[in-house]
């Protein structure tokens, strides 16, 4: 179990920091500290055993649970004993250089006085939790487990999750044509409501089949509207209706009432041919289902419903037009599916010699496409005979007692996973099913809870992309989401049959819930063995009160606020119940005040405050909590300053203060949390904070910052104040924001201070704004051949756009009011003065893909007077995918390689000039939502 070898890692670390005598200090309990750990060792090694026991004898899940307990309690204790310790040292320091003697004299009676308190409190809670242990530890004996020794497994470092996403259907080519015939022919319905239920058990691929019948080119041809909603359980009409009304209109409605609700979907559906989608419907009370329909029956006789069901009584009680029931997929297609995810990247002598394994393999799954998935993802790392037998002999395929059939391909990826990734796919239990899952959050939940280490030089954050990484290729994950103009995957989901499974697993650990309504929400009695809790805040509901009385062991609360609810949450009163807390999430719940009592949170990682408008200020205490390495205060506008005792926080390594626009400086001290990774935004005083603020020299010491943006760089006058920040230095940067306001020097030389910027190139993300020099193009610009994503904004002085064609890996370009460019021509593509050097061909912008011009006033010609370089041709952005073009008034014309690209998405807004003036609003009525829990 994954809890106690995270315990001997505390152990460890402890043991690691202090002397022996320290540990024999505990009001003497040494010999219990060395008994705990001896009696975890030993359980340990048959934890393997006893995990693969623990789904067909309920009394070793049973033992498990209790030996889960007390490592949980384990790990508080030793949380609370390194915390300490850690004070201490912090205390120390301050003492070292504050030659004050009232100070002094209050630091040599905390370290003479305080320690001896704090440890015998330490001491009588590990005598108590040795008791438990060595009671558990005895009880091992009588299950006879053996124990294995597998070591660490090593997994094969991911390079992409887009082969995951198959959107090839194997198998349902039937199923689709004749759900697409129903959808387009007017015919094949006489009812008022045409509705088809695609009806089959779990993993069988019914969304799938709908989402590929939803995204038919003819289909989205036909129908005025789509939309999609994800209903799950329970089913709740008015959640649903609001989900259709804000699909239908982009805006989140702020109405309480179903009936209005009702009335508002009938004007906007009135007469139109629209397409539903409703996914994963569960309500077999048919009463549910008539409140709902009275608002979809004033649309075109051709619109249609289509909903997905495993239960075929549901499709009876919501009145079926045609029921289409998905049974399992032929053995033939089962094949297709497995051999194009397990055999890709082996070669065709390697593949051969798994075929005949590999069909048996198939065999088992039993035509379940989600199964077949499975391990195909998990066979694909593994390359011999003997890791493939290994799968097939497998014993867990002859588990009777496991309720789904699919969850016997998922135990044999889940048992593959090394430890670590065990951790942080379960984690995941504590999401409702459909939930969209912000990625980059997920991994800094995992690092709060140490489900994440730094190795082999390679950075937590780093590692964490990775695991999730591997997690997606094995198929735990799907439904990933990117925006157009960002370089990484934004979001994703969890298969309804995986989300299940995680839950078999977790059985009690993670608990989530949906508050509605005025009422008092009774929490579940098994809410106080829960550790990880997200709560869904409906409009008009507030936070259950019911947990402020609680004796809760939560680990994790996220709260989620859905429609800018007001929760009226009393975060004094719930501090008092989460002493145990690694992390805390309280994005967009209209907090008002952070109390001082916030420094009781000791174990606290991870703390989000993010979209909170109306917090002024962060307490003092804050800053004790030494343990903090997440600090998420992105968008709290009213926020003034930071606290004075940041340097205090010395595990911190992401600083997330975007959109902070009311912070004017940063504070003094800052500079020694050297651990910083992330620094969204760092604020450069204008002078007058004097010894209050940090100055910009501070960044020298965040030698391994990931992320930095900068606002105020215009204050700036001395290049060599920028050189002195060594960015060239920092070769972990990925993303670099620059802001160049503040300058009140006319005479400001722009191009120099940009030139001594230079980052190293390795940069992936550069953001320039406000820059007010004449000219753009510093020397380091060219060498930045791993940069995806360039944006310069409000670039007010520039008359000619930089040589960004000599950017290989450019994939995303954003310019926006540089309204001084009258002309767009060869100096673009970055090869003016190469046409006599060169025979060869040449691309410039080889691998972009979208491109934004925005508000460019003065803009009149786009063109390129060469198509040769020397005897070669010239290619131009053969890659592009997207061109928006927005407020250029001046434009009169593209260049000629755009308007012969046919499959080019071109997109112009307020350019009356243009003689190809088109805006694309086809999608426009095409609205997709996913209705969250």
């Given at each position: 179990?994954?809890?106690?070898k995270?315990?001997?890692?505390?152990?460890?670390?402890?043991?690691?920091q202090?002397?022996?005598e320290?540990?024999?200090?505990i009001?003497?309990?040494?010999?219990?500290?060395e008994?705990?750990?001896?009696?975890?060792?030993?359980i340990?090694?048959?934890?393997?055993?006893a995990?693969?026991?623990?789904?067909?004898?309920?009394?070793?899940?049973?033992?498990?649970?209790?030996?889960?307990?007390?490592?949980?309690?384990i790990?508080?204790?030793?949380?609370?004993?390194?915390?300490k310790?850690?004070?201490?040292?912090?205390?120390?320091?301050e003492a070292?250089?504050?030659?004050?003697?009232?100070?002094?004299?209050?630091?040599l009676?905390?370290?003479?006085?305080?320690?001896?308190v704090?440890l015998?409190?330490?001491g009588?809670?590990?005598?108590?939790?040795?008791r438990?242990?060595d009671i558990?530890?005895?009880?091992?004996?009588t299950?006879?487990?053996?124990s294995?020794?597998?070591?660490n497994?090593?997994?094969?470092?991911?390079t992409?999750?887009?082969?995951?996403?198959?959107?090839?259907?194997?198998g349902?080519?039937?199923d689709?044509?004749?759900?697409?015939d129903?959808?387009?022919?007017q015919?094949?319905?006489?009812?008022?409501?045409c509705?088809?239920?695609?009806?089959g058990?779990?993993?069988?691929g019914?969304?799938?089949?709908?989402?590929?019948?939803?995204?038919?080119?003819?289909?989205s041809?036909?129908?005025?509207?789509?939309i999609?909603?994800?209903?799950?359980?329970?089913?709740?009409?008015?959640?649903?209706?609001?989900?259709?009304?804000?699909?239908?209109t982009?805006?989140?409605p702020?109405l309480?009432?179903?009936?209005?609700?009702?009335?508002?979907?009938r004007?906007?559906?009135?007469?139109?041919?629209?397409?539903?989608i409703?996914?994963?419907?569960?309500?077999?009370?048919?009463?549910?289902?008539?409140?709902?329909?009275?608002?979809?029956?004033?649309?075109?006789?051709?619109?249609?419903i289509?909903?997905?069901?495993?239960?075929?009584?549901?499709?009876n009680?919501?009145?079926?037009?045609?029921?289409?029931?998905l049974?399992?997929l032929?053995?033939?297609?089962?094949?297709?599916?497995f051999?194009?995810?397990?055999?890709?990247?082996?070669?065709?002598?390697?593949?051969?010699?798994?075929?005949?394994?590999?069909?048996k393999?198939v065999?088992?799954?039993k035509?379940?496409?989600?199964?077949v998935?499975?391990l195909?993802s998990?066979l694909?790392y593994?390359?011999?005979?003997?890791?493939?037998?290994?799968i097939?002999?497998s014993?867990?395929?002859?588990?009777?007692?496991?309720?789904?059939?699919?969850?016997?391909?998922?135990?044999?990826?889940?048992?593959?996973?090394?430890?670590t990734?065990?951790?942080c796919?379960?984690?995941?239990?504590?999401?409702?099913?459909d939930?969209?899952i912000?990625?980059?959050?997920?991994i800094?939940?995992?690092?709060?809870?140490?489900?994440v280490?730094?190795m082999?030089n390679?950075?937590?954050k780093?590692?964490?992309d990775e695991?999730f990484?591997?997690l997606?290729m094995?198929?735990?994950?799907?439904?990933?989401?990117?925006?157009?103009?960002?370089?990484?995957?934004?979001s994703c989901?969890?298969h309804?049959?995986v989300?299940?499974?995680?839950?078999?697993?977790?059985?009690n650990e993670?608990?989530a819930?949906?508050v509605?309504?005025?009422g008092?929400?009774?929490l579940?009695?098994?809410?106080?063995?829960?550790r990880?809790?997200?709560?869904?805040?409906?409009?008009?509901?507030?936070?259950?009160?019911?947990?402020y009385?609680?004796?809760?062991?939560?680990?994790?609360?996220?709260?989620?606020?859905?429609?800018?609810?007001?929760?009226?949450i009393?975060?004094?009163k719930?501090?008092d119940?989460?002493a145990?807390?690694?992390?805390?999430?309280?994005?967009?719940?209209?907090?008002?005040?952070i109390p001082?009592?916030?420094?009781?949170?000791?174990?606290?990682r991870?703390?989000?405050?993010?979209?909170?408008?109306?917090?002024?200020k962060?307490?003092?205490?804050?800053?004790?909590?030494?343990?903090?390495?997440?600090?998420?205060?992105?968008?709290?506008?009213a926020?003034r300053?930071?606290?004075?005792?940041?340097?205090?926080?010395?595990?911190?390594?992401?600083?997330?203060?975007?959109?902070t626009?009311?912070i004017?400086?940063?504070p003094?001290?800052?500079?020694?949390?050297t651990?910083?990774?992330?620094?969204?935004?760092?604020?450069?005083?204008?002078?007058?904070?004097?010894?209050?603020a940090?100055?910009?020299?501070?960044?020298?010491n965040?030698?391994?910052l990931q992320?930095?943006?900068?606002?105020?760089?215009g204050?700036?006058?001395?290049?060599?104040?920028?050189?002195?920040?060594?960015?060239?230095?920092?070769?972990?940067?990925?993303?670099?924001?620059?802001?160049?306001?503040?300058?009140?020097?006319?005479?400001?030389d722009?191009?120099?201070?940009?030139?001594?910027?230079?980052?190293?190139?390795?940069?992936?993300?550069?953001?320039?704004?406000?820059?007010k020099?004449?000219t753009?193009?510093p020397?380091?610009?060219?060498?930045l051949?791993?940069?995806?994503?360039?944006?310069l904004l409000?670039c007010?002085?520039?008359?000619?756009?930089?040589p960004?064609?000599k950017?290989?890996?450019?994939?995303?370009?954003?310019?926006?009011?540089?309204?001084?460019?009258?002309?767009?021509?060869?100096?673009?593509?970055g090869?003016?003065?190469?046409?006599?050097?060169?025979s060869?061909?040449v691309?410039?912008?080889?691998?972009?893909?979208?491109?934004?011009?925005?508000?460019?006033e003065?803009?009149?010609?786009?063109?390129?007077?060469?198509?040769k370089?020397?005897?070669?041709?010239?290619?131009?952005?053969l890659?592009?995918?997207?061109?928006?073009?927005?407020?250029?008034?001046?434009?009169?014309?593209?260049?000629?390689?755009l308007?012969?690209?046919s499959?080019?998405?071109?997109?112009?807004?307020?350019?009356?000039?243009?003689d190809?003036?088109?805006?694309?609003?086809?999608?426009?009525s095409?609205?997709?939502?996913?209705?969250?829990?």
């Open positions: 179990m994954e809890m106690t995270m315990v001997l890692e505390q152990f460890a670390s402890i043991t690691r202090q002397a022996e320290w540990i024999r200090l009001a003497g309990a040494g010999h219990e500290v008994r705990l750990q001896s009696n975890l060792l030993s340990q090694a048959v934890l393997d055993d995990e693969n026991r623990q789904v067909k004898e309920n009394a070793v899940s049973v033992w498990l649970a209790k030996l889960k307990d007390v490592s949980y309690d790990d508080d204790v030793l949380d609370e004993w390194n915390t310790l850690q004070k201490l040292k912090i205390k120390k320091a070292a250089f504050n030659p004050l003697k009232k100070v002094c004299s209050f630091i009676h905390y370290l003479g006085c305080r320690p001896l704090m015998y409190d330490i009588v809670k590990i005598k108590d939790l040795d438990k242990l558990i530890a005895k009880e091992k004996e299950f006879n487990f053996r294995m020794t597998n070591g497994k090593e997994i094969e470092r991911p992409t999750i887009s082969v995951v996403d198959l959107t090839h259907v194997y349902r080519e039937d689709k044509n004749i759900i697409v129903l959808l387009l022919n015919s094949s319905c006489t009812q008022d409501l509705i088809i239920s695609i009806v058990m779990g993993g069988i019914k969304t799938t089949l709908a989402k590929v019948a939803f995204n038919d080119d003819k289909v041809t036909h129908f005025e509207i789509k999609w909603v994800c209903v799950s359980e329970p089913f709740d009409e008015l959640r649903i209706a609001k989900a259709i009304l804000e699909s239908l982009n805006n989140a702020n309480h009432e179903l009936e209005t609700v009702v009335q508002n979907i004007q906007v559906l009135d007469k139109k041919k629209f397409l539903l409703l996914d994963d419907v569960w309500t077999e009370n048919p009463k549910n289902w008539e409140n709902l329909k009275s608002s979809l029956t004033c649309g075109s006789p051709e619109s249609r289509v909903v997905t069901t495993r239960k075929e009584e549901v499709a009680v919501i009145g079926t037009t045609k029921i289409i029931s049974g399992t032929l053995e033939d297609k089962c094949w297709l599916l051999s194009g995810i397990a055999f890709f990247g082996k070669t065709i002598e390697e593949s051969n010699e798994l075929v005949e394994i590999g069909r393999i065999q088992k799954c035509g379940l496409p989600l199964a998935k499975t195909a998990l694909r593994k390359r011999t005979v003997d890791e493939w037998e290994n097939l002999q014993e867990i395929w002859e588990i009777k007692e496991v309720k789904q059939e699919v969850f016997r391909p998922l135990l044999l990826s889940y048992y593959d996973l090394p430890c990734l065990k951790k796919f379960l984690y995941c239990a504590i999401f409702p099913k939930y969209e912000d990625i980059e959050k997920l800094w939940l995992w690092m709060a809870h140490g489900y280490k730094s082999s390679r950075d937590m780093l590692v964490g695991y990484e591997t997606a094995r198929s735990f994950f799907q439904d990933f989401e990117e925006e157009p103009t960002e370089i990484r995957i934004r989901k969890m309804d049959m989300h299940d499974f995680a839950q078999f697993l977790t059985q993670c608990y819930m949906e509605a309504g005025v008092e929400l009774e579940d009695s098994t809410y106080d063995r829960v990880h809790s997200l709560i869904m805040i409906q409009e008009e509901a507030s936070f259950p009160s019911s947990i009385t609680r004796n809760t062991f939560l680990r994790s609360l996220v709260v989620d606020c859905n429609y800018n609810t007001n929760p009226k009393v975060l004094s719930l501090i119940q989460l145990y807390l690694r992390s805390l999430s309280l994005n967009n719940c209209s907090i008002e005040e001082v009592e916030i420094k009781g949170l000791i174990h606290l991870y703390l989000d405050l993010s979209q909170n408008h109306k917090i002024k962060l307490p003092e205490t804050l800053c004790e909590l030494h343990n903090l390495q997440t600090l998420d205060i992105s968008g709290c506008i926020l300053n930071l606290p004075r005792g940041m340097g205090n926080l010395i595990n911190m390594r992401h600083l997330l203060n975007r959109a626009i009311s004017s400086y940063m003094q001290g800052l500079e020694r949390l651990g910083l990774r992330t620094l969204r935004l760092f604020v450069m005083s204008d002078g007058s904070y004097g010894s209050k940090c100055s910009i020299e501070c960044l020298r965040f030698k391994g992320c930095l943006s900068i606002r105020g760089f204050k700036l006058t001395d290049a060599a104040k920028v050189k002195g920040i060594e960015l060239i230095n920092k070769k972990n940067l990925r993303d670099l924001g620059v802001n160049f306001q503040g300058s009140k020097n006319e005479g400001q722009y191009e120099e201070l940009l030139e001594a910027l230079q980052p190293p190139p390795n940069l992936m993300t550069l953001f320039l704004v406000n820059y020099g004449n753009m193009f020397n380091w610009m060219v060498s051949n791993k940069l995806r994503k360039l944006s409000n007010v002085n520039c008359e000619h756009l930089p960004l064609g950017l290989s890996s450019l994939e995303i370009l954003i310019i926006w009011g540089m309204k001084r460019v009258k002309r767009v021509g060869n100096e673009f593509l090869i003016e003065n190469d046409t006599k050097s060169a060869s061909s691309i410039a912008f080889p691998n972009l893909k979208y491109l934004w011009f925005y508000y460019m003065d803009w009149e010609e786009w063109n390129y007077d060469i198509t370089r020397g005897d070669g041709d010239i290619t131009v952005m890659s592009l995918k997207t061109l928006e073009i927005s407020g250029c008034l001046k434009l009169r014309s593209l260049p000629s390689h308007r012969q690209m499959t080019l998405k071109k997109e112009f807004y307020n350019c009356p000039l243009l190809e003036q088109r805006t694309d609003n086809s999608s426009s095409s609205a997709s939502h996913q209705l969250q829990q």
